[in-house]
């Protein structure tokens, strides 16, 4: 074995990675909001919560990797390196830093060939989904709210599947943004650009329609009768990892797919 040799995932990319890669031996901690693959949370210790971290418990595990994500996790990471800890921490927001993530991540471990077959995998099913979207009959314009209060809008991975599947982001200036923060909307934006589809991944809470339809104009606009508003799962389009890139394209395009031929008969 190459590389390090024990690893702690402060977030689940990391994670879905290295066992897709065969390399989940390595992996000593993990986040207690890690989903993928669910073996994950039944055979590794939980040890941080996204922006918390229990640093006694890490340091009992003697990692000899850290691995991070974002700008959010900064605080973090600053107290494992001054605890002596070595902390690699990533910041990919776009399709194609996600797919270089796992390229990256391949090389820490000594596995480049397995990284870069399964970063052209996911290379590859974002070009299919652009392939089938150039036989759309019309490009839907979808909104994705990714938190409800105060209403923050898509994150540039999520914008860009948008398109590669053949929707037309509403909000498409707003992808560059990358602190949550810089992509906040209001209700009245929202019935301005009107979209034909909204989806919606409130991450870490349940989509209400009723809290959706309650703000100024929802109630009476086209893309919140019932099989506009859709749902997708947090942690298949909000994880910067192959999720997002394999069931959170498909789930995206699915609804994509729906709305078009709907408009297209109307």
Known sequence: MTGPRRIVCL?????ETL???GEQDRIVGISAFTQRPPEAKRDKPVVSQFIKADFEKIVALHPDLVLGFSDLQAEVCRDLIAR???VFCFNQRSIGEIIEMVRTLGRLVGRASKA???ASDLQRNVDRARTAAQQLPIRPRVYFEEW???IITGIRWVSEIIEAVGGEDCFPEMRNMR?????????????????DLYLASWCGRKFRTDTARSRAGFADASFTCDDRMVEIPSCSILQPGPACLTDGLRLVQSEV???AHDLART
Do not use: H, I
């Open 19 to 21: 066992y897709l890669l």
């Open 179 to 195: 602190m949550a923060r810089d992509r906040t909307v209001s209700p009245d934006e929202v019935v301005q650009r009107k979209p």
């Open 11 to 15: 977030t689940e990319e990391t994670t």
């Open 148 to 150: 409800p209060d105060p």
């Open 257 to 259: 797919f729906r709305v």
């Open 84 to 86: 002596g800890r070595n």
């Open 116 to 118: 870069n077959e399964l």
